[in-house]
């Protein structure tokens, strides 16, 4: 089986994809609200909060490894 290739290797190692938001958001707001109630706004909504943090956590992540504290 090939491996990924490039930015496609990297974006895996970064953490959840895209679709694996959405997949997760969809799925929390179905067992709060139930299928019918939830629109694909409410989903779009959620993932792109969840999808946000993600970046947010991952670049203070990259921060604070790129600039470590000074010892004392």
Do not use: V, W
Request: hydrophobic fraction near 35%; proline fraction near 6%.
């Amino acid at each position: 089986m090939a491996r990924p290739q490039g930015g496609a290797a990297l974006q895996k190692a970064a953490g959840p994809d895209k679709r694996e938001i959405i997949i997760s958001s969809a799925l929390d707001l179905f067992r709060h609200y139930g299928y019918r109630r939830t629109s694909m706004e409410d989903i779009a909504r959620a993932a792109r909060e969840r999808f946000i943090s993600t970046s947010r956590a991952r670049t203070n992540c990259s921060r604070r490894s790129a600039n470590p504290l000074p010892r004392k």
